[in-house]
């Protein structure tokens, strides 16, 4: 009986907010608008090597990659073959193998396991971000409800810009372009005001940052290798000076 | 040798899965090592930390815009935190100083 109610108040909560999959869809409203920008911008560099809207599309389906999409609209353009296909791939896509590391540690044990083949397709800088916000394990199905809409408006984004091309007003590509990097400060920035190991890590991260793209011979390094290095430099020894608590 | 435009993109497509689906693959059981289950914990905030700052600054046509941008960011994710608004606070100041700037 105890047992009962006490579980029922741990639950009653949590029962009035949105379901899992809802919250997905929700929080992926503001992902979709930035990638909106971000892949019509893709679709008409695609347009630009001559691909059509039905390639660029289904490029933007399959790969859900920013960086590597231009990667790839790359070497498709200078027809490279399959070996450096794979290898610039994997060098520039390469960030995605740690978050899915630190994201493989969200799961609970007892999640079925086609899940571990569902999830990989979504992890990409914003939907990885915001599944790792969320306390405790992680619900799928939160991670699904965002990339339906993600890829959504990242698909139909890439196949407009193929379509239409150039037609996008300047000042509505700049104030989308900013969407993504404001959800990020929405992720990082709450904890870290709970947190000041938190803080500075972030304050740290950043000046490395800013630092790796105005110092001479860091700034040649690119966007997503400085992403890699960083992160394992900084968040190694973070986890060195202040391991985590074991409960934690 | 170029596969071919349908080809490549397979051959891409399954190498970026597989890049992200592997590590979900070796992991399967919690890690027990204390310092990697503190890396793997501290890695979204260094990553997204990282790609945030400067790009949020140079995102936009006029920098000005971008440190407004940032600036709001930062307020209205320390004091509200709520995702969509952050977003759209951003995205409301690069238009508005647009149109002064």
């Known amino acids: ?248 | 040798m170029y596969p071919g435009i349908y080809l490549s993109l397979l051959i891409m497509c399954l190498t970026v899965y597989c890049i992200r689906m592997l590590p979900f693959l070796v992991f399967r059981k919690e890690i027990t090592n204390r310092w990697v289950r503190s890396f793997l914990y501290y890695v979204p905030y260094v990553t997204l930390a990282v790609m945030t700052f400067p790009a949020i600054v140079t995102a936009t046509d006029n920098i000005w815009s971008g440190i407004a941008a940032l600036i709001v960011g930062l307020l209205a994710a320390w004091f509200k935190g709520d995702l969509f608004f952050v977003a759209i606070s951003c995205c409301v100041t690069v238009f508005l100083t647009g149109l002064f700037l």
């Open chain 1, 1 to 248: 009986m105890t047992e009962t109610s006490k579980k029922t108040k741990e639950i009653s909560p949590h029962a009035s907010e949105l379901p899992w999959f809802v919250r997905g869809l929700r929080d992926g409203i503001p992902i979709c608008m930035g990638y909106f920008a971000v892949s019509f911008a893709l679709g008409i560099t695609a347009r630009g090597i001559g691909m059509n809207a039905l390639q660029a599309g289904l490029m933007s389906m399959g790969m859900v990659a920013s960086a590597g999409e231009f990667a790839a609209i790359g070497l498709i353009a200078s027809q490279a073959g399959i070996f450096e296909m794979i290898s610039t791939c994997i060098v520039v896509n390469m960030r995605y193998f740690l978050m899915s590391c630190s994201l493989s540690q969200k799961l609970s044990p007892d999640l079925p396991f086609y899940h571990r083949l569902m999830l990989p397709y979504c992890i990409t800088d914003e939907i990885f971000g915001l599944s790792s916000a969320v306390k405790g394990y992680l619900d799928p199905k939160y991670t699904y409800g965002m990339t339906i809409v993600s890829v959504a408006g990242w698909t139909t984004g890439t196949v407009l810009g193929v379509l239409l091309g150039n037609i996008m007003p300047a000042w509505a590509v700049n104030a989308l372009s900013v969407s993504l990097y404001g959800m990020f400060l929405a992720i990082i920035i709450p904890p870290a005001r709970e947190d000041r190991f938190i803080a500075g890590l972030v304050l740290l991260s950043m000046t490395a940052s800013g630092l790796f793209s105005v110092l001479p011979v860091l700034k040649g390094i690119s966007g997503g290798f400085k992403v890699i290095i960083l992160t394992l430099l900084i968040a190694g020894i973070a986890a060195f000076i202040h391991p985590l608590d074991d409960e934690k």
